[in-house]
């Protein structure tokens, strides 16, 4: 009797790390899309732009007056804060403030690419968002994130 029941006990531990090991999986995809709302968001605020691509490229610059400067801090806010924190202090994704980025990147040339290109569990914003938005944007993560 005794044995039956360890023998129960075994097989319901071993259901339930197959359960944590898949949610492990299917989790990964969900944290992606936990970045994603802030950007479906800002895409509704101006769902009179088209595409979502073309919305989402226009939100920040247009948030900067319209001139020839991109504002980092308002990309980051809509893009990355969502991850990692609204002040760089990390949540989903590293911290990036108190000069974290600057010592995981020291060329921020390969902080450019990561945004980019994506990297682990960080989704790519380089069909998000242009070349000079992400240079904004690592920018804003090396300097003006540290003074928040």
């Known amino acids: 009797m005794l044995k039956r029941i360890v023998n129960v006990v075994e097989v319901l531990a071993l259901a339930g790390f197959v359960i944590f090991v898949l949610l492990l999986f299917t989790d990964q ?3 992606n899309s936990a970045a994603a709302p802030p950007s479906s968001s800002s895409s509704s605020s101006s769902s009179s732009g088209g595409g979502s691509n073309s ?18 801090a308002a ?20 911290k990036l403030n108190g000069g974290s980025v600057t010592k995981s990147f020291k060329n921020p040339a390969d902080e450019v690419i990561v945004v980019k290109n994506g990297r682990g569990s960080m989704p790519s914003f380089g069909d998000q968002l242009s070349d000079e938005q992400i240079q904004a944007v690592v920018d804003f993560t090396r300097n003006g994130l540290q003074q928040r």
Do not use: L
Not at 64 to 69: A, D, K, L
Not at 84 to 94: C, D, L, W, Y
């Open 55 to 72: 919305s989402n490229s226009s939100n920040p610059s247009s948030s900067s007056g319209g001139g020839g400067q991109i504002d980092g």
């Open 29 to 31: 995809p969900a944290s």
């Open 75 to 94: 990309i980051y806010d809509d893009k990355c804060s969502g991850c990692h924190g609204s002040k760089g202090q990390g949540a989903i994704g590293p």
